[in-house]
């Protein structure tokens, strides 16, 4: 699946560095996770969706990225999101249409925003769509 020139421009704007630990909610089909997962060298990015469909077809499509270690996919819910064991926080978390991040499900957001706040190391940055094209949230 090719990525969409919106995609694009969003993984574009994200303030990435080669040794970040990436975290996106929402991944849908993991196209946006395929494009940052090929700007890590020693970064990783966990792709997370609350759809088993979504989470299939990112997997299927992502053998190379998964293999290189540089990709993880997850199915869980963001508001159910917790660290595994021995796993490490993030440095960086993105959304791109994410009801619970964007306004149109305020409560749920409120229970996402207190599973990153323990997901992820002190000064990690948030960026939603909805700006130009990102704009950042405090965690």
């Known amino acids: 699946m090719p990525a969409s020139s919106r995609l694009l421009a969003v993984v574009e704007a994200l303030p990435l560095e080669p040794d970040l630990r990436v975290l996106e909610i929402g ?4 196209v946006a996770a395929r494009l940052v997962a090929a700007r890590l060298a020693t ?4 792709a997370i969706d609350r759809s088993a469909t979504a989470v299939a077809q990112a997997t299927a499509g992502s ?3 998964i293999a290189s270690g540089r990709l993880g ?12 064991p021995g796993e ?6 993105f959304a791109v249409r994410v009801g619970a991040l964007d306004g149109r499900h305020p409560a749920l957001g409120v229970r996402v925003m207190e599973r990153l706040a ?11 769509d909805g700006g130009n094209p990102l ?3 405090p965690i």
Do not use: K, N
């Not at 490490?88 to 978390?93: A, F, I, M, R, T």
């Open 27 to 30: 991944c849908g089909p993991g």
């Open 43 to 46: 970064g990783h990015i966990l």
């Open 63 to 65: 053998a190379a990225e």
């Open 73 to 84: 996919i997850r199915h869980v819910a963001a508001e159910d999101f917790v660290l595994e």
């Open 88 to 93: 490490q926080p993030y440095d960086l978390v």
């Open 118 to 128: 323990r997901a992820t190391r002190p000064g990690a940055r948030l960026f939603i």
């Open 135 to 137: 704009r950042e949230l």
